[in-house]
Each structure stands twice: as C-alpha cells, then as structure tokens.
C-alpha cells in the first residue's frame, strides 16, 4: 500500500515518502512534512524520524496516525500499561530492540512500535504486517515492558556483567576477612623487610625507588607531547549529514532536578541532525523531582526519559546500563547531569572515529572545570582536571596505552561496548574499570580535543565526599583485575600492564603514602640535611629518595601548570604551588576510601551540584533554550 501523491502535486506532496504521505489525510499541513522530508534527505534518514525527532510533530499522534492507516487498532496506556498487557513470551531487552511483543490472551499474535524505514515498510507492504494485532508507540511499548519485567531489566543491568564475564566483574568483592588478610601481609611484609640484611636491604628499597620513579616518567613524558585544546584548522575534516552516524546521549539524573533545565538547553544546543540524535534519560524510581523537572519541558521524540527499576546497587553504572540495550546509535556518549559540552562535540567525534582504526572504541574528551574561582580548592581541581585531560590523556592515546577513564564525555562505538557488557554496576569507578576492560579485550582509547565544561566541588565536605568514592572505586578496579595477575600481564604485555599498574593501583598506593614520604624527606633532607661519604652503593637510596621527591613534586605540578598554559588560565599558575597541600587531602580521601571499601563497598557518595558561585566561560549558566 502506497501514500504517495495523497495530495495534489501543486503542494509539493508528490515528493513526500510514504512514512510522511499518509498524514495528509490526516489534516496535517503539508509545509510541515514538506519540512520534515526536507530534513530526512539533508540528513538521510527516513520521514517519520525526522518529524518526531526533529520536534515537528509529537509521538503519539503519528502512531494513532499510522495505525489508522495500517488499519490496526492502536493501544494506549489503559491498554498496555499493567503487567497483564503483554503475553508470557516478553523479553528484555529482546522485546525492545525486536520493537514487538507479544499480546496476552491472544497467543501468537503481537504489537509492535515499528522505528525508521521499518514504517515505511509496512506502509508499502514491502513488509508484511504478519502477526501483527496492534500498534503502540515506542515510548509506549518500553513503558510496558518495563512493567511486565522490572525484576528482569534490573537483573540485567546490575547482574550481567557478573553472569558473562565474571572474571571482569568486580563482586564478590574484598570481603573483611581478606582485607584483614591483605592487612596482615603487608604488615608481615614490612616486617621482613626491616629484618633483611643491609646489603639485601639496599636491593629492595632501591627497587621499590626505582618503580616509584618509573610511575612518574608516564607524567613526566607527557610533557614532551603537543596536544592542543582543539584540533587545528582543517585537520579533521567534517563528515556530511548524510554520512554522520546515529547518535546516543545517555545521561543518569538523581537528584538533579535544578540541573534539569541547563543540562536540556545544553544538548539541545548539540550540533548534530536532529533525526540522527537519540537523547535518553535515566532516572531512579524513587526521584519524583526529576521527574517532574523532565516533564514540565516539552521534549521532542529525540529526547527519551527512561525509569530504572528499583533494585541494588543504587549506581550510576546501574543506570546506564538500563538504558544500553535500548541505544539507537552506532555511536554513545555519557554526559553527567552538570556537562555543558561543546556544540560540535559530536560532529567531532563522528569524524575521529570514522578515521581511527576499528580498534579505537572511545574517545575520551576534555573535562573542564569552568567554576575555578569559586575558592582554592574548586582552583586546584581545575588544576588537577588540566593536568590530567589536557595533557595525561592525551599521551596515553598517543601512545595507546591503558587509560582510565573519566565517566563523561566519553564516546563509545555502542557495538563494542555492548559486546564488553556495559558497565560495572558494583564498581564505584566504572569509567576506571571500563578503560582497563577495554585494553584486556584488545581495544583503544582515542583523545577527543573537545570540551565539556564541568562543576567542581568548591568545598571540603562535598570534594571529600566525591574523592572518597573515586579512590574507593580505584581500590575495586584493583581488586578486580589483580584477583589473577599472571593472566592481566599477558593480555596486556608488560608496557601497557605497567601502565595500568600506575595509573590504577598506582594512583591509590602514592595517595596513602605521599604524607609519609613527604614527612620522612622533610625531616632527612631539611631538618638533618643528606648524609655525604664515599661508597656508591650505601648512598644509592639516599641519591634515589632525592631524585624522588623532586621528580614527585614536578610529576605533580608541570603537567598541571602545562595544562592550565594550553588553556590560557595564567591566573591559576600560582596555585600550582599550592598542590603538594592540595594531595594531603586527596591521601586522607584515599584511606577513608579504603575503609568505605570494606564498610560499604556499594555506597554512592552522590555530588551535588548547580552551587558554583563562578563560571570562567559563562558555560554554567542557569537559563536554559527551548530544545
């Protein structure tokens, strides 16, 4: 069955495809879908997405629509929303991502919520309506399958990882008596460390000196790589409309309704087709405010708000990984619910990927803290931010070594992350952990010269609150892919198991002893002053434990004044010297952390945000465009 030429031709309606056609018996204005197949041959995609996800015209009337003209009843809410609506053969995700379902009370027959070039199918009988008894809409649909499974979409999202890969997973866990174990033996350690002869001694502590120098050379070597902020004029040439892939956004919202209105004027401001985007949030159960939030703006079809259903852990992980098997896009991108990221983010991305290797599976963009004058430690967190994504990352893609993630704005190819099983819902850290998972499966991190500016925790309580679940998380990464190191080191080789070893334990271990070392150097070198006599060998430590704290300091504060320069944040280079006080806090963060590991591994230490007091670029404003 065609709608081609509905209309008269004098309309332009004879160029309409017949997702589009239909709706002109419909009384819908012809301009409307005239602009609607406009924007679908702009940005080759078919009619019916870009009339919804271009804003033009909302969901449920095109499906009430279309069911009229397939001749199909069309179920709504009091039809479809109890568990009772759909038969014993639901599945999740099968159901969604099979866009049909089964009925119940009517064996072998089916709704279906048909998306993109599927519709247009059916309305030209190229495809067959088959079992078909109904038609629902898409939101319709996964609202009801939802409701028939919640205790299923949990499992999924909290257990799968578990059940596929558990050698990636980080449950059971450190139990109380294996970190009582591993307590033990370090002490035990130390212990015969302190018993060995003097010669042997010497060995052992020049060893551990020269892997703690070894660590700071990623740092310092970073120093040496250009990167700039943004790609140069022309680098990276832009993909058309036609060639940019579908795009997903995922973004886990609790709590967050004063976010709401920032956080939808910033994607809506994205610089990416409109049918070609695919926005989804994800909400917890129990968070009416941001529901609410959600619903007092009128979203186009682009834009997906997804209820997570309750269960354990109350993560972010969790929540993504509800929402990944219902991605549309061949590309996915996470966004915290206080990123502004840059309009042409994406357009960025798209390209980059389409150039890297397929072995490239993200893309890592640039974190900026954008509320940096809002006290001294909001300052040395963009400090630290800089160091880090501005100059760190970048090496490490450069190099193609392990990289742990930074949780937002990272761009994924969604096949590869759906074949690695999402997220660690149990892990604290799941960007740490997904970074390190990616280069055991094979698989690289890319640099994204992109910006997304961010909110920093401007004071002590929420910052140690934050930093606290970081390092706890780094501690699970740890325990998870340590349980068989032997193994870890094969599949890595010894580089990039050296890196990972740095930039994951390695992070947590200089966290807890940097005060003490940096005690022990002031009292040796400052107070007594070093011990001078002829012999190289028993001097070797002493020369080394120097070496360490000045290669320490510098690995702690060039790349971050290195960073601040390539943004142009001269005024923040004084605070550079302020950091060495700044990583006291990040220590005690890392043994608080160590204790919440064993206390309550699970625990989320949720951020609060929209109370910046400054915003360097104006990118943390508080009014929001229509989307």
């Known amino acids: 069955m065609s709608f081609l030429g509905t209309s008269s031709s004098a ?44 804003g033009l015209m909302a969901e449920e009337p095109y499906y009430e629509a279309l069911a009229r003209a397939l001749g199909l009843p069309y179920l709504a809410l009091p039809d479809l929303g109890g568990p009772s609506a759909l038969g014993p053969g639901t599945r999740f995700p099968q159901s969604l991502t099979a866009r049909a379902a089964p ?27 088959g079992r078909t008894a109904a038609l629902t809409s898409p939101a319709r649909l996964r609202r009801a399958v939802f409701a028939a499974l919640p205790h299923d979409v949990a499992d999924h999202a909290a ?121 989804k949030f994800v909400l917890e159960a129990d968070d009416p405010g941001t529901a609410a939030a959600l619903a007092a703006i009128p979203l186009p079809a682009r834009f997906e708000v997804i209820v997570a259903p309750p269960g354990a852990p109350r993560t972010k992980p969790r929540a993504l990984n509800v929402a990944l098997p219902l991605a549309r896009g061949e590309c996915l991108v996470v966004y915290d619910a206080e990123d502004v990221p840059d309009p042409g983010q994406l357009r960025l991305a798209a390209a980059l990927f389409r150039r890297e290797p397929p072995e490239t599976a993200c893309l890592q963009g640039r974190l900026v803290i954008d509320n940096a004058g809002d006290s001294w430690l909001s300052r040395c967190f963009a400090l630290e931010y800089a160091g880090l994504f501005d100059v760190l990352g970048p090496a490490l893609a450069n190099w193609r070594l392990p990289t742990p993630l930074g949780g937002t704005s990272t761009h994924f190819r969604t096949a590869i992350l759906r074949a690695l099983h999402g997220w660690d ?41 934050q930093r606290v679940r970081w390092m706890k998380g780094f501690a699970q ?110 220590s005690l963060a890392a043994w608080l952390g160590l204790v919440e590991l064993v206390r309550a591994p699970a625990r989320w230490n949720k951020t609060e945000h929209g109370l910046f007091r400054t915003s360097r670029t104006g990118a943390l404003r508080r009014r929001a465009r229509r989307p």
């Open 103 to 129: 009925l119940a009370g009517a064996p072998g027959r089916l709704v279906r919520a048909p998306e993109g070039f599927e519709i247009e199918g059916f309305l030209t009988g190229r495809i067959g309506l």
């Open 425 to 465: 819902a149990w892990n604290v850290t799941e960007d740490a952990d997904l970074g390190l998972r990616l280069a055991l499966a094979g698989y690289g991190v890319g640099d994204l010269p992109s910006a997304t500016f961010e909110e920093a925790p401007a004071r002590l309580g929420p910052w140690l609150r």
């Open 11 to 54: 309309s332009g309606a004879d160029a309409l495809p017949p997702d589009l056609a239909f709706l002109l018996a419909e009384g819908v204005e012809p301009a409307r879908l005239l602009r609607a197949a406009a924007l679908a041959a702009e940005s080759g995609t078919d009619g019916a997405s870009a009339l919804l996800r271009g």
């Open 477 to 586: 990464t740890t325990v998870t892919h340590g349980r068989r190191p032997l193994r870890t080191l094969r599949r890595l080789g010894p580089l990039d198991a050296f890196c990972a070893l740095t930039m994951v334990p390695g992070t947590v271990a200089s966290a807890l002893v940097y005060p003490f070392l940096t005690a022990a150097a002031a009292l040796a070198f400052l107070w007594h002053g070093p011990d001078g006599g002829p012999a190289f060998w028993p001097n070797l430590p002493q020369g080394l434990a120097l070496t360490i704290f000045g290669t320490g300091l510098a690995a702690m504060m060039l790349p971050a004044a290195l960073g601040a320069i390539r943004r142009g944040w001269y005024d923040l280079l004084p605070f550079v010297l302020v950091l060495p006080v700044y990583f006291l806090l990040v």
């Open 159 to 279: 257990e799968a990882l578990e059940r596929e890969r558990p050698d990636w997973a980080y449950r059971p866990g450190l139990s109380g008596r294996r970190a009582a174990g591993l307590g033990l033996g370090a002490g035990a350690g130390l212990l015969i460390l302190s018993g060995l002869p003097a010669g042997l001694a010497v060995v052992a502590v020049t060893a551990a000196q020269g892997a703690i120098l070894a660590m700071a050379s990623f740092r310092l070597g970073a120093l040496f790589l250009a990167s700039p902020v943004e790609p140069p004029p022309g680098a990276v040439p832009p993909l058309s409309d036609r060639d940019l892939p579908v795009y997903t956004v995922l973004v886990a919202l609790h709590r967050e309704a004063a976010m709401v209105p920032r956080l939808v004027g910033a994607l809506a401001r994205l610089d990416y087709p409109a049918a070609k985007l695919d926005l």
